[in-house]
Each structure stands twice: as structure tokens, then as C-alpha cells.
């Protein structure tokens, strides 16, 4: 007999269940803390930051993270899914947290928005390789569809709290409302297993073989 440790994805039949929900939540708070910064021109400009500053300090956290995702996959495959995703999500907080010592435009805070844009792919493609892991083979279409939602959904929720936290107390609590945003998605990703016993149906490639199949 299987032990229920040993069930795979592939013979699974349910979706929302336990480690398919905690990958959601994760990956929905740790958005939530990336697109909070969407207000990230408001604080450029709050410490002298010209319209320049702002254009390109806000543009490059996507720059980054543009770059660094096809790295993020190597790394996935070395180091696994839930270690890729907490690893993600501490350089997100971290990068978002560090903006509280940030008082002028300087070095520091264009190495904050590399973190972000670090943590942002390596997070997010860990949390969409986990939705494979964690989502039956009938169903995986769905999963992808669902983790899509809750991976877009923030994006009208994050500036829309964080202009709240500015009218109510200021930017030191957006910087620390988006820093919770962070600690929970590492809490939740925290309590989701590692899916080392999915086994691959094809075996390993490179990336050059794989661009260049038919």
C-alpha cells in the first residue's frame, strides 16, 4: 500500500486541498507586497527624487526581474520549488523593508529595487512550478488559471492599501504595511512541503535543446 506521503500529483483527483491553497496565499501576499510599491513614485518624489529618478528607479525592478527569470529556472531545478519561492520572498521583503533607511536618491535604494527584482522572478516562476507540482495532471490547467488570479488580483489591491497607509500614518507605515505583506507569504510558503517525490515525465534537458525542438 502507498503511504498518503508518497501520493504524487499525478494520481491526486482533488485540487483545492492544503499545499495547492498555501501556494495561493503565498504567492497572493507576496504580490501583494511587490505591487504595493507600485507607489513606489510617490516616495522617489517625497525625497527629492527628480522625474528622471522616478522612470527609471520604478522601471527597474522590472528590468531585473525580466533578466534574472531564466536564471530562476536553473536554479529551481537545482534547489526546488519551495526553497526557490522563500529565497524569493525574503529579497522582496528584505529589498521592500530596506526602503525605511532609504533618505535620499543613492546606491542604496537602486540596490533595494535589485532585490525586489530578484526576489520578484525567482518567487514567482517557484510559485508557478509549484502549481504543477501540487495540481492533479487533470486539473493542472485550472490550477494555473486559479495561482493566474490571485497573482493578478493584487495588482488593485497593493497600491490601493499602500495609498491608504501613506493618508493615514506616512510612508514609514506603507514600507512596514508592505513588509508584512512579505513576512506573510514567508510563513505561508514556510508550511508548504518540498515535491521531491514528483518524478519527471521526460527526462532533464538543457535549455539550448529545449528552444530548439520542432
Do not use: C
Not at 522612470?55 to 526581474?65: E, H, K, T
Not at 531564466?70 to 537545482?78: A, E, N, T, V
Not at 525586489?116 to 525567482?122: D, P, R
Request: charged content about 10%; hydrophobic content about 50%; aromatic content about 12%.
Amino acid at each position: 500500500m502507498k503511504s498518503a506521503q508518497s501520493t504524487s500529483s499525478s494520481v491526486r483527483s482533488g485540487l483545492y486541498y492544503r499545499d495547492f491553497i498555501l501556494n495561493i496565499l503565498a504567492t497572493f501576499v507576496f504580490m501583494l507586497n511587490f505591487t504595493t510599491f507600485h507607489l513606489l513614485p510617490l516616495l522617489i518624489k517625497h525625497i527629492g527624487g527628480t522625474e528622471a529618478d522616478i522612470g527609471f528607479i520604478a522601471s527597474m525592478g522590472w528590468i531585473v526581474s525580466f533578466a534574472f527569470t531564466p536564471i530562476s529556472g536553473m536554479l529551481i531545478d537545482r534547489w526546488g520549488g519551495k526553497r526557490m519561492l522563500l529565497a524569493g520572498v525574503v529579497l522582496m521583503t528584505l529589498g521592500g523593508a530596506g526602503f525605511l533607511l532609504v533618505e535620499r536618491i543613492g546606491p542604496l535604494i537602486y540596490l533595494l529595487r535589485i532585490f525586489q527584482g530578484i526576489g520578484l522572478a525567482v518567487a514567482l516562476t517557484s510559485g508557478y512550478t509549484l502549481v504543477a507540482a501540487f495540481s492533479p495532471a487533470t486539473r493542472r490547467g485550472e490550477g494555473y488559471g486559479i495561482h493566474m488570479v490571485f497573482t493578478l488580483l493584487p495588482s488593485a489591491i497593493g497600491p490601493w492599501v499602500g495609498e491608504m497607509a501613506i493618508r493615514a500614518s506616512g510612508f514609514p507605515a506603507y514600507i512596514l504595511l508592505a513588509t508584512s505583506f512579505g513576512v506573510l507569504s514567508l510563513l505561508f510558503g514556510a508550511f508548504l512541503p518540498s515535491p521531491k517525490n514528483i518524478s519527471r515525465q521526460e527526462p532533464v534537458t538543457s535549455f539550448t535543446a529545449l528552444v530548439s525542438r520542432r
